[in-house]
C-alpha cells in the first residue's frame, strides 16, 4: 500500500509535533516543585538558625540565658541542615552546578570556624561570668574590713565599676583606665596587713581575668556575630535560586512551545478539518486533546480570529476576567464597559493592545502589562503576551493566541510599599528600623534631622552610639524585656546627638514578626521633647521655689521637714527651725523702691546660704521673711550659734548700687520635738519667738521655750566664766595611771583637765571642753596644761619617783596653731624636762583632716625626742598608707570598742584588727576604758601591751597619785599575779569598782 506525499507530509508534521509534545512534557517534569519548596525552606531556615545562634550568644554573653543547651541545639540544627544540603535525598551540592558548589563549600568552612569560636565562647564567658560574679562579693569583703582606708575603698570602687562598665561595650581607653587601677592596686598591695591582703588577692585575680576574658570575648562575640554566615547563607540561596530561575525559565520556555504547539496543533487540526471531513473523527480526538492540554494551562488561553474577534478561550482565562466565553465570542475585547489603561493611567490605544498589534505586525508580543478599569473605580492588571497564528501558505495572520496572567495582587503590594515608605520618609517622627541581631538596617530623613548622623553613618551598627549614659543598662534591659513579652514598649529616654548635645525623647519600640511567627525587625519611633521637658523642669522648679530667690517655697521647706523629722526619730537628734524677719525693711521698700529692696532680699538670701551647712535648708515663706531648717542638730544650743552667726553676718553693709544699707533682723527658734510634732506648729511657735525677740528691741533671738532661753543663756555665761578661768587658777589637772598588761608596772599617766568652779564646783570636760574648742580658748588652756603637766612631771622625778611618761592631749586648735612645736620645746626648756619623758596624744580624726601637714608636724615633734600616740584609734577613717608614714609610737584602742569585749563579736573583731594592725607596724598598743577582769584577760591573751581604766585606778589629783606611787614601791607595780588570781594594791586610794565613774 502506497501512502500519498500529503499523507506522508501530515503523519510525519503529527510525528514532530508527538516527539515535540514529549520532549517538552518530559522536561516540564524535572521541575519538581516539592524538592524546590524543601530547599528554600531549608536555605531560608539555616539563615534564620544563624541569626538566632548570633542573637543566643549575645543574650548568653549578657546574662539573659544562664546555659548553652539552646546554643548547641541551634549549631547542630544548622549542622544537620547543611548535611541535607549537601548529601540528603534532596540535596543541590554535587548536582554539576560549579557555582552552588563554591558557595557551599565556603559556607561549611565557615560554620566549622563558627563551630570553634562557640567552643572558646562558652569557656570565655564561663571564666568571664564567673569572676563578674565574685568580684563585686570581693570587693564588699575588703571594703567592710575596717583595716581598709578610704582611699582603698575608693580604688576598689572605681575598679569594680569600671570593670563592669566593660561588659556593657568599652574602648580601649576604658581597658587602659581599669588596668592603670589595677596595676596600681597591685602596687600597693604589700603595704597592707596580710588578712587584708590576701582578700585583695582575690579582688585583683577577679579584676585581672574579666580584664583578660572581656579583650578576648570583644574579639570573639563579633566574629561570631558578624554577618559573615549570613552573607554566605545569601550567595547559597542566591546561587540556588539563579540555577533554579534558569531551569524555571527553560521549563516557562519549554511550556511557552508547549502552547505554541498546542495552538499549531489546534491550527493544523482547523486546516485538517477544513480539508479533510472525512477524518472528522480523528480531528474530534484531537481537538479534545487540544482543549485538554489548553484547559490545563494555569494562564488564561484567549483566541481571536484575524477580524480581531474572540472566538475562544480557557477556563483559566473565564476565571480570570470574570466572563465566560458566551459573554466575551464575538467581542473585539473581554469587556465593554472596562477602559484599557497603561501604567501610569493613561489609556491604552487599541491598535497598540498586545491581541491587536500582533494581527497588524505578526510579530508576538510578550509580557505587555495593561490594565481593566471598571466602572467601580477597580483595577485589574493582566501581564499579556500575544502569538500570531500564520496560514501555512502565505504565512498571513489566520487569528492569534494571546496568554495572560492576573498581576493585580503584585501591584497592589508594589503601590503598598510605595506609599509606606514615601510616608516613612516624609514623617516628622524620626524612625530607625533594625534586623533581628538589633544593628540598623534603614533610618528616614527625620532620624538625620533629629540626630545628626546620616544613614552611611549608622547603617549595620547597633544603637548603642545614640545613648546618652544618663540611662543605666537596667533601663535597656526592662525596655527589651517588654518588647519580647509584649511586643511594644512607649516611654521617655536620653539620647545624644552627634553634635555630643543630650536631649529628651519619646520613644515607642515594636517587634515586627514574619508569617512563621519569630521577630524579624524591630521599629522604633521618636520624637525629640527636650523643650517640653525644659517647660515642664522649669515648672516644676516654680512649683517648688521663690521665684525671686530661687530658695526653696514654704512647700519645699514642709517636705524637707518631714524628712528631717524621719531622721531625728532614728538618730535621736534635735533639728532647729529659725524664722527671720528683716527689721524695718518696709522702710527701705518704701524709700528706695521696690527693685533695690528686691536687690536686698536675694542679697540676704545669699548670706543666709553661707551660714548653713550644706544640709540645712534655708526658704524664703514671702516678703521679708525666711525660715531656716537646721538638720541632725548635736543639741539644741546649736541652733542659737547659728542665730549669732545670722545676726552678725546680717548686720555687715549690703551694697546695692549707690547705697551702701544696713539692716538687722529678728530671729525665732523652735525645736522638734520639744516644741512641735509637725511642721505647721514648729514655725507657729517659731514665729511667737521671733515676735519675742522684736519685743525685746530687734537684732536679737529667742527661743520659743523658755528652758531653751536658760541654757542659752548659761551657755553665753559659763563661756564668759572660762574666760576668767585661768587667770582665777580655777582649772587643775588629774592623772590617770597607764599599766603594762604583762608586769604591772606602771609606764605612764594621762593629764586629764578639770574646772574647779567656785560656784558650781568641779565641772566635767564635756561641759566646757566643746565651749573651749569654739571660742578658741582651747589654745591657751591647752598651753596651760601642757606647762603644768610638765611642771609636775619634773618635781615627780626630783622627788625619786619611779621612770614613766607624761602623757598630754593635744587639740585641733592647737594642732592648727603656727608656732606649736617652737612652743613645745619652750616649755620643755622652761621646766627642764627631758623630752622623752613626755608623751603627746592626737586623735585619729585630727591628724587626718590634713595628712600631708600632719605628716610634716608629727615628725617636727617627734625630732624633738617626743613620743607621739594616735588617740580613740578605730573611730575615724585613717589611711593605713598614711598611718606607716606618722613617725608615731602608740596606738590607743578607743574605749567604746574595749566596753564590748568579751561578748559583742563586732567589738573583739574591731580589737583584733587594731592590735594585728599595731603589730604589723611594729608600734605599741594602749587599751582605754578597761573595767573588768574579762577584758583585762582577753587584751593581756591577744598581745596588748598597756592599759589604762578604772580596774586599775580613776584620774587622780596629784597628791593622791603620789600616794599610789609611794605604795607601789621601787618598781612601781599597780599589781601582780599571786597563785590564780589577780592582786591589787589600792594603797587605800584611787582604785574602785570595775564601772564607777
Known amino acids: 500500500m502506497k501512502f500519498g506525499k500529503p499523507l506522508l507530509r501530515q503523519a510525519g508534521a503529527a510525528l514532530g509535533v508527538v516527539l515535540v509534545l514529549a520532549f517538552l512534557v518530559v522536561n516540564l517534569r524535572s521541575i519538581d516543585p516539592a524538592k524546590h519548596d524543601l530547599v528554600t525552606a531549608n536555605l531560608s531556615k539555616v539563615q534564620e538558625l544563624d541569626s538566632e545562634l548570633g542573637e543566643l550568644v549575645l543574650k548568653l554573653r549578657y546574662g539573659l540565658?544562664?546555659?548553652?543547651?539552646?546554643?548547641?541545639?541551634?549549631?547542630?540544627?544548622?549542622?544537620?541542615?547543611?548535611?541535607?544540603?549537601?548529601?540528603?535525598?534532596?540535596?543541590?551540592?554535587?548536582?554539576?552546578?560549579?557555582?552552588?558548589?563554591?558557595?557551599?563549600?565556603?559556607?561549611?568552612?565557615?560554620?566549622?570556624?563558627?563551630?570553634?569560636?562557640?567552643?572558646?565562647?562558652?569557656?570565655?564567658?564561663?571564666?568571664?561570668?564567673?569572676?563578674?560574679?565574685?568580684?563585686?562579693?570581693?570587693?564588699?569583703?575588703?571594703?567592710?574590713?575596717?583595716?581598709?582606708?578610704?582611699?582603698?575603698?575608693?580604688?576598689?570602687?572605681a575598679l569594680l565599676r569600671d570593670a563592669l562598665l566593660l561588659q556593657l561595650g568599652a574602648a580601649q581607653d576604658d581597658y587602659s583606665r581599669a588596668s592603670e587601677t589595677l596595676d596600681r592596686l597591685i602596687d600597693e598591695q604589700d603595704k597592707y596587713p596580710p588578712l587584708l591582703r590576701a582578700a585583695l588577692d582575690k579582688v585583683i585575680r577577679h579584676a585581672q581575668n574579666i580584664l583578660a576574658y572581656q579583650q578576648k570575648m570583644d574579639k570573639l562575640i563579633p566574629q561570631i556575630t558578624?554577618?559573615?554566615?549570613?552573607?554566605?547563607?545569601?550567595?547559597?540561596?542566591?546561587?540556588?535560586?539563579?540555577?533554579?530561575?534558569?531551569?524555571?525559565?527553560?521549563?516557562?520556555?519549554?511550556?511557552?512551545?508547549?502552547?505554541l504547539a498546542s495552538m499549531g496543533l489546534l491550527a493544523y487540526a482547523a486546516y485538517a478539518f477544513l480539508q479533510l471531513r472525512q477524518n472528522a473523527a480523528r480531528l474530534a480526538d484531537s481537538e479534545s486533546r487540544y482543549r485538554s492540554v489548553v484547559a490545563a494551562i494555569a494562564e488564561g488561553i484567549v483566541i481571536w480570529d484575524?477580524?480581531?474577534?474572540?472566538?475562544?478561550?480557557?477556563?483559566?482565562?473565564?476565571?480570570?476576567?470574570g466572563r465566560s466565553l458566551d459573554q466575551m465570542k464575538g467581542l473585539v475585547y473581554f469587556d465593554p464597559s472596562s477602559q484599557p489603561i497603561r501604567e501610569d493611567g493613561s489609556p491604552f490605544p487599541n491598535e497598540e493592545r498586545p491581541s491587536n498589534a500582533a494581527l497588524r505586525t505578526g510579530h508576538p508580543q510578550s509580557n505587555v502589562v495593561m490594565g481593566l478599569r471598571k466602572p467601580d473605580g477597580a483595577v485589574l492588571w493582566l501581564s499579556m503576551s500575544a502569538q500570531p497564528l500564520l496560514q501555512e501558505t502565505d504565512m498571513a495572520s489566520s487569528g492569534v493566541v494571546t496568554s495572560l496572567v492576573d498581576v493585580t495582587e503584585r501591584k497592589q503590594a508594589e503601590e503598598n510599599l510605595r506609599l509606606a515608605a514615601n510616608a516613612m520618609e516624609n514623617t516628622a517622627e524620626g524612625i530607625i528600623v533594625y534586623g533581628a541581631d538589633r544593628r540598623i538596617v534603614h533610618v528616614n530623613k527625620a532620624f538625620t534631622v533629629l540626630t545628626g548622623y546620616t544613614p552611611e553613618e549608622v547603617i549595620g551598627k547597633t544603637p548603642e552610639f545614640l545613648r546618652s549614659g544618663q540611662d543605666d543598662e537596667a533601663f535597656y534591659s526592662e525596655l527589651w524585656e517588654a518588647v519580647q513579652r509584649t511586643g511594644h514598649w512607649q516611654g521617655e529616654a536620653w539620647r545624644r546627638r552627634k553634635s555630643g548635645e543630650i536631649y529628651s525623647e519619646l520613644r515607642s519600640v515594636s517587634a515586627i514578626k514574619n508569617e512563621a511567627g519569630r521577630t524579624s525587625h524591630y521599629v522604633t519611633v521618636f520624637t525629640d521633647i527636650s523643650a517640653f521637658k525644659e517647660y515642664e523642669t522649669r515648672l516644676q522648679f516654680l512649683a517648688h521655689h521663690d521665684a525671686l530667690t530661687h530658695l526653696p517655697n514654704r512647700v519645699q521647706f514642709q517636705d524637707r521637714c518631714k524628712e528631717a523629722f524621719l531622721r531625728a526619730n532614728r538618730h535621736g537628734k534635735p533639728v532647729g527651725v529659725l524664722f527671720i524677719d528683716l527689721d524695718r525693711f518696709k522702710a527701705i521698700n518704701d524709700s528706695l523702691g521696690h527693685a533695690m529692696g528686691d536687690g536686698l532680699l536675694q542679697s540676704v538670701a545669699e548670706r543666709l546660704k553661707q551660714c548653713v551647712r550644706e544640709i540645712d535648708t534655708v526658704a524664703r515663706t514671702g516678703g521679708d521673711e525666711f525660715i531656716i531648717l537646721l538638720d541632725e542638730m548635736k543639741e539644741s544650743q546649736d541652733a542659737a550659734t547659728v542665730a549669732e552667726k545670722l545676726?552678725?553676718?546680717?548686720?555687715?553693709?549690703?551694697?546695692?548700687?549707690?547705697?551702701?544699707?544696713?539692716?538687722?533682723?529678728?530671729?525665732?527658734?523652735?525645736?522638734?520635738?520639744?516644741?512641735?510634732?509637725?511642721?505647721?506648729?514648729?514655725?507657729?511657735?517659731?514665729?511667737?519667738?521671733?515676735?519675742?525677740?522684736?519685743?525685746?528691741?530687734?537684732?536679737?533671738?529667742?527661743?520659743?521655750?523658755?528652758?531653751?532661753?536658760?541654757?542659752?543663756?548659761?551657755?553665753?555665761?559659763?563661756?564668759?566664766?572660762?574666760?576668767q578661768a585661768l587667770e582665777r587658777n580655777e582649772l587643775l589637772l588629774h592623772y590617770?595611771?597607764?599599766?603594762?598588761?604583762?608586769?604591772?608596772?606602771i609606764t605612764g599617766?594621762?593629764?586629764?583637765?578639770?574646772?574647779?568652779?567656785?560656784?558650781?564646783?568641779?565641772?566635767?570636760?564635756?561641759?566646757?571642753?566643746?565651749?573651749?574648742?569654739?571660742?578658741?580658748?582651747?589654745?591657751?588652756?591647752?598651753?596651760?596644761?601642757?606647762?603644768?603637766?610638765?611642771?609636775?612631771?619634773?618635781?615627780?622625778?626630783?622627788?625619786?619617783?619611779?621612770?614613766?611618761?607624761?602623757?598630754?592631749?593635744?587639740?585641733?586648735?592647737?594642732?592648727?596653731?603656727?608656732?606649736?612645736?617652737?612652743?613645745?620645746?619652750?616649755?620643755?626648756?622652761?621646766?627642764?624636762?627631758?623630752?622623752d619623758s613626755l608623751e603627746l596624744e592626737v586623735t585619729e580624726s585630727m591628724v587626718m583632716r590634713d595628712s600631708e601637714g600632719s605628716v610634716k608636724l608629727l615628725a617636727e615633734l617627734h625630732a624633738l625626742g617626743i613620743a607621739l600616740a594616735i588617740d580613740d584609734f578605730g573611730t575615724g577613717y585613717s589611711s593605713l598608707s598614711y598611718l606607716k608614714r606618722f613617725p608615731i609610737d602608740y596606738l590607743k584602742v578607743d574605749q567604746s570598742f574595749v566596753r564590748g569585749i568579751p561578748v559583742d563579736a563586732d567589738d573583739v573583731a574591731i580589737t583584733r584588727t587594731i592590735i594585728a594592725v599595731a603589730k604589723s607596724l611594729e608600734l605599741r598598743l594602749i587599751a582605754e576604758g578597761i573595767e573588768t577582769q574579762e577584758q583585762l584577760a582577753f587584751l593581756k591573751a591577744e598581745g596588748c601591751e598597756e592599759g589604762q581604766g578604772y580596774l586599775f585606778s580613776k584620774p587622780l589629783a596629784a597628791k593622791d597619785l603620789e600616794r599610789l606611787l609611794n605604795e607601789s614601791g621601787a618598781k612601781g607595780l599597780i599589781f601582780s599575779r599571786a597563785g590564780t588570781h589577780e592582786q591589787f594594791f589600792a594603797a587605800g586610794i584611787g582604785i574602785t569598782s570595775p564601772g564607777a565613774r
Not at 306 to 321: F, P, V
Not at 660 to 676: M, N
Request: hydrophobic share 40%; glycine share 6%.
Open 65 to 157: 540565658l544562664n546555659n548553652y543547651d539552646r546554643l548547641a541545639a541551634t549549631l547542630d540544627r544548622i549542622k544537620r541542615l547543611k548535611r541535607d544540603l549537601e548529601a540528603g535525598e534532596y540535596a543541590i551540592a554535587g548536582q554539576g552546578n560549579a557555582e552552588i558548589d563554591r558557595a557551599m563549600s565556603e559556607f561549611s568552612r565557615t560554620l566549622s570556624n563558627k563551630a570553634v569560636l562557640i567552643e572558646q565562647f562558652k569557656s570565655h564567658n564561663a571564666l568571664l561570668r564567673n569572676s563578674a560574679y565574685y568580684l563585686p562579693l570581693s570587693v564588699a569583703a575588703v571594703s567592710s574590713s575596717p583595716m581598709a582606708p578610704d582611699k582603698l575603698r575608693d580604688t576598689l570602687q
Open 226 to 259: 558578624s554577618t559573615q554566615n549570613q552573607r554566605l547563607g545569601d550567595e547559597l540561596s542566591l546561587a540556588y535560586n539563579r540555577s533554579f530561575d534558569r531551569e524555571l525559565t527553560r521549563a516557562n520556555a519549554y511550556r511557552f512551545v508547549l502552547l
Open 306 to 321: 484575524k477580524e480581531g474577534r474572540i472566538i475562544g478561550c480557557n477556563a483559566s482565562a473565564e476565571r480570570i476576567l
Open 647 to 723: 545676726l552678725v553676718a546680717l548686720s555687715k553693709p549690703f551694697t546695692l548700687g549707690d547705697h551702701d544699707l544696713v539692716i538687722s533682723a529678728s530671729i525665732g527658734i523652735s525645736c522638734y520635738p520639744e516644741d512641735g510634732g509637725d511642721t505647721q506648729i514648729l514655725l507657729k511657735n517659731a514665729d511667737a519667738a521671733m515676735y519675742s525677740a522684736k519685743k525685746q528691741g530687734r537684732n536679737t533671738y529667742r527661743f520659743f521655750s523658755a528652758e531653751m532661753n536658760a541654757h542659752a543663756l548659761e551657755t553665753l555665761v559659763l563661756t564668759n566664766q572660762l574666760r
Open 736 to 745: 590617770q595611771p597607764r599599766i603594762d598588761l604583762a608586769t604591772g608596772r
Open 749 to 835: 599617766v594621762e593629764a586629764l583637765i578639770r574646772w574647779q568652779h567656785p560656784e558650781r564646783g568641779l565641772i566635767p570636760p564635756i561641759r566646757f571642753i566643746p565651749l573651749a574648742e569654739e571660742t578658741g580658748l582651747i589654745v591657751p588652756i591647752g598651753e596651760w596644761v601642757l606647762k603644768t603637766a610638765c611642771t609636775q612631771m619634773r618635781a615627780w622625778q626630783d622627788a625619786g619617783m619611779p621612770r614613766f611618761v607624761m602623757a598630754v592631749n593635744l587639740s585641733v586648735r592647737q594642732l592648727e596653731h603656727a608656732g606649736l612645736v617652737q612652743r613645745i620645746a619652750s616649755v620643755l626648756r622652761e621646766t627642764g624636762l627631758n623630752a
